[in-house]
């Protein structure tokens, strides 16, 4: 029988209640599984496995916890090739197929077979004196942030050159499925998940002029240079986790990663209705 892979996150299921139900009902359908812990833990009562022993000869990797949980799992499916579900123990759960009241249909839905749907990520790459210092991947977004609260002054190009200066709080650098995350908060435009786009959105831009970009990710990459990085004291995220300083003549190049992501569709309601469900329930 397939070996499936569980990652839960110990913040959403303290008690481990949603834990122990779903390896319960993997025990009753006969799969072999390993968890582990995305906050990796040890102590005498229970032991887990490491994320890479979870996705080593897994057939797929089930995510408890909300969408943070599946965004620090998704360069290990990328890279082992595994399939991800998400099951939402959070409040949103964007990139989640189950909620928690319907774990009940896990094995029915690993005997029966499912679908996957790609998710297309992105390759970051900080270049200093022409050499790259440090290298992520990113299914939602790649961030500049500043420090100490000052703006920063950023400049945006491509193949073609220079296309745009911003003056900002902040910077983000999303894919089509980061389009609903932390851009749509600063007021970008929302892409359909499939599609193969990068938007770049300033955060709280000191300027009424100035908009998000859109770009195909089939022939773009982008360039983002921080002109006052020392001063801001410049820093870069992806998917929410820190990547490195950013010091000034530092070139931030993003590109679509070369293989995207798969994650499993179990339902056929369309993105949009998702989306408007998972929106209204943001509002309340």
Known sequence: MSKIGVIFNPIKDPQLIYLNKVTDLLDQAGFTYSVSCCDYIEDE???FCTIEECFKDAELVLTLG???TLLRAASYANQYDVPLLGINLGHLGFLAELERDEIDELPRILLNGYECTERMMLDVNILRNGKS????VALNDA???SRNGKPAQIVVAN???DLIDYFCDGFIIATATGSTAYSLSAGGPILEPRSSNIVVTPIC????????LVFSAKNDMIYTKVSNASAIHAMLECDGAELSDIN???LVCVTRHETPLKLIKLHNKSFYKVLNEKISRRMT
């Open 45 to 47: 009562k229970t032991s």
């Open 66 to 68: 909300g969408d943070g």
């Open 133 to 136: 210092i440090a290298e992520g």
């Open 143 to 145: 961030v500049i942030r």
């Open 159 to 161: 193949q073609e050159g």
């Open 205 to 212: 831009p000191h300027t009424l002029s100035a908009r998000s």
């Open 248 to 250: 000034e003549g530092d």
